[in-house]
């Protein structure tokens, strides 16, 4: 369990339903059992950054009068949300039906038996589903949640600064030099939470590091080759070509700072560009383009994020939870999703559908993100994994551990974590 999280207690959202009074029948799926598995629905996820939820609840309800969603937000930060699910899980609450299930969270929400296998009468077909987004929800060979929306990296850059993205990161901090009135160069997320172990990652991965060996549980990140990837960060605290103030950016937070026209570059997923684009306060509308993440050589390598729709272990609504899942997944929905919050799709041919490639034109940029993505451990033990990459980062950002210090220290917590 971790410690020194805020309390942030989620927000229970009840969308209004769409009023469907007359309806004749719930238009059950074919397949699904009736009974007393079936009735209303609470899906619990982190905020709804870009306003979806209302549209994908009046979907859904119209068609399910008997069996209607409510959403349940939490925070937008990811271990808040963590601790938001840990914590009803742990009190067996059956109010939970289903829950959005962060990529990295699968083995242990599976492990602890908090979410339900999708095999038998609640098997899922994924055969339209992009496989590294199938992969994230499945473990020990089983498949625990329904892809939802899949996340790569992106790099965002001010296109009427900076014409041609770097693709190095030689490039990007000789770019720096460029930015003219532009207050701070680079950032991602660098605060003491889960999107620094992905910010973190990331770096590692593109200088040929990695945090645990092919196994998932052998830490192997005291290499020269971390070393080099966690130079990038923490030089850039240093020489300055990363914000000082970024010590403190959770996603919202670094693209505030860019949507203020206060970087030249932001590192973050797709959802931005759809905030970007329509905020009131967007200083950087139709200012800025998005290309892959730089690395040392060439492009980097994005950590996979996403999340996924499971069921609720203690959910007394299974079969309509299974039915949502599966409406999850439709064309409907997942286009609904990208249209309204440029959520990066988890079905495969709509990367190449025609009308949504031209709307968003970095649609093949976000494929080959999320398929050269690389998934941070895959382990029960996660949360252990994940603080210790944190903390040690943290303190070599802010200058307090050498980054040599801070990986051997992060190798052996690494090493305690994975070890039960
Ligand atoms: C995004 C990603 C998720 C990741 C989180 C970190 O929500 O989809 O996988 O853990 O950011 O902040």
Redesign the pocket.
């Known amino acids: 369990m971790r410690t020194n999280r805020v309390a942030v207690a989620a927000l229970a959202v009840g969308l209004v339903a769409a009023s469907v009074t007359g309806c004749s029948s719930s238009k059950k799926k074919s397949g699904s059992s009736s009974g007393s598995d079936r009735g209303p629905i609470t899906v619990v996820q982190?905020k709804d950054n870009n306003n979806v939820l209302p549209d994908i609840a009046a979907l859904w309800n119209k068609d399910h009068p008997t069996e209607k969603v409510t959403f349940r937000q939490q925070s937008d930060?990811?271990d808040d949300q963590l601790q938001d699910l840990e914590q009803h899980f742990q009190s067996k609450d059956s109010g939970y039906d289903v829950v959005s299930v962060?990529?990295?969270w699968t083995a242990e929400f599976a492990a602890k038996g908090w979410i339900v296998p999708l095999k038998d009468q609640y098997n899922l077909d994924t055969s339209k589903l992009l496989p590294a987004t199938v992969k994230s929800a499945t473990y020990n060979g089983t498949l625990f949640a329904a892809p939802a929306s899949s996340?790569g990296g992106l790099l965002y850059y001010r296109k009427d600064i900076i014409p041609t993205p770097p693709k190095t990161w030689d490039e990007l901090i000789a770019d720096c030099a460029k930015k003219g009135s532009v207050k701070g160069c680079y950032a991602g997320?660098f605060a003491n939470?889960?999107?620094l172990t992905?910010n973190a990652a990331e770096a590692i991965n593109a200088a040929g590091g990695q945090i645990v060996k092919e196994d998932g549980k052998t830490a192997n990140v005291n290499t020269p080759e971390a070393a080099k990837g966690l130079d990038f960060l923490v030089n850039g605290f240093k020489q300055g070509y990363i914000p000082k103030e970024a010590i403190g950016f959770?996603?919202e937070g670094s693209l505030n700072a860019f949507q203020d026209g206060n970087l030249l570059f932001l590192r973050n997923?797709p959802y931005a560009d759809s905030l970007l684009n329509t905020n009131a306060a967007s200083k950087v509308k139709g200012k800025f383009d998005i290309a892959p993440l730089p690395g040392p050589n060439g492009h980097g390598a994005s950590s996979?994020?996403?999340?996924n729709w499971a069921i609720g272990a203690f959910s007394k609504h299974k079969a309509t939870a299974l039915d949502f899942l599966k409406f999850a997944e439709s064309d409907e929905v997942q286009k609904l999703l990208i249209n309204k919050a440029s959520l990066a799709p988890v079905v495969t041919s709509l990367y190449s559908d025609p009308t949504l490639v031209s709307k968003f034109p970095y649609l093949p940029v976000l494929l080959k993100s999320i398929e050269t993505a690389v998934p941070r451990p895959v382990t029960p033990f996660y949360p252990g994994v994940t603080k210790a990459i944190e903390v040690n980062t943290f303190a070599a950002l802010q200058g307090q551990k050498s980054t040599q210090q801070a990986l051997a220290d992060m190798q052996s917590a690494i090493q305690s974590a994975t070890s039960g």
């Open positions: 982190g930060s990811a962060d990529v990295v996340d997320q939470y889960e999107g992905v959770k996603e997923w996979l994020g996403g999340h």
